[in-house]
């Protein structure tokens, strides 16, 4: 069973709407974490934000926001107000466990592609 | 504003020659990664490596990949007898911890190999 889930392969959208990006995922494990990447068209991944699994509010960084939902584990990223350089894949992520070097797995990606 | 840094950003080499791939994590990381993206798709987990000693390795990470910490700064990745397979963007990462938010990781901009 896939650990993450990203069912939206390309979202298309018109500047400064806001867009969400779909991201479910699966474990048993009561302590993980979920990140959100970015990677534009040069291929770096830059991290945009973290909600972890104990967390009571959902997280917020600038123009992005988890809308976290644990029961239905799900942890989909809002991009407010999106700008042309928003443009790229995104990448939801997560981390199981508490004890050494966790490894992040990955979904397969969304290429969100902003409209002037 | 610290950050991962990876030599070569691309290197070309042929099938059965011995690459070596370069990161300087975050200096007051504790935590190292190795990750690859193949072409076109989502990004998987090779090996973590912590206190001088790798904590988990993938089914990926065989007997061909070796990793190093050879000094205080950098962290190394080596592919003993390249394949055509191994052909993929290779990611470093680094994270302060590994719980919360300071496990996230930060990954560097990547090595694109290339096995001709």
């Known amino acids: 069973a896939q650990k993450i889930t990203q069912t939206q392969p390309g979202m298309f959208v018109q500047e400064k709407e806001a867009v969400t990006l779909d991201c479910t995922y699966d474990?048993?494990?009561?302590?993980?974490?979920l990140f959100w990447y970015k990677q534009p068209s040069s291929g770096e991944m830059i991290f945009l934000i973290y909600?972890?699994?104990?967390?009571?509010q959902n997280a917020t960084e600038g123009r992005y926001s988890l809308n976290f939902q644990k029961a239905r584990k799900s942890a989909n990223l809002v991009i407010s107000a999106s700008q042309l350089g928003d443009s790229a894949m995104y990448f939801c992520?997560?981390?199981?466990?508490?004890?050494?070097?966790?490894?992040?797995?990955f979904g397969q990606g969304t290429r969100l592609t902003i409209n002037p | 504003e610290p950050e991962v840094t990876q030599t070569p950003s691309h290197q070309v080499t042929q099938m059965g020659q011995e690459v070596i791939l370069r990161c300087v994590p975050i200096?007051?990381?504790?935590?190292f990664y190795w990750y690859r993206q193949i072409l076109g798709q989502k990004v998987e987990f090779l090996v973590s490596?912590?206190?001088?000693?790798?904590?988990?390795k993938s089914e990926i990470f065989d007997d061909q990949f070796s990793v190093e910490r050879p000094d205080g700064s950098n962290f190394t990745l080596k592919i003993r007898s390249t394949k055509l397979e191994d052909s993929a963007m290779y990611f470093c990462?680094?994270?302060?911890?590994?719980?919360?938010?300071?496990?996230?990781?930060?990954f560097g901009p990547g090595t694109r190999l290339l096995v001709l």
């Open positions: 990462a680094s994270s302060e911890g590994s719980t919360g938010f300071e496990g996230t990781q930060y």
């Open positions: 474990t048993s494990d009561p302590s993980y974490g």
């Open positions: 909600q972890g699994s104990y967390d009571q």
């Open positions: 992520a997560m981390r199981e466990g508490l004890r050494g070097a966790q490894k992040l797995v």
């Open positions: 200096s007051n990381h504790l935590y």
């Open positions: 490596f912590y206190n001088n000693e790798i904590s988990e």
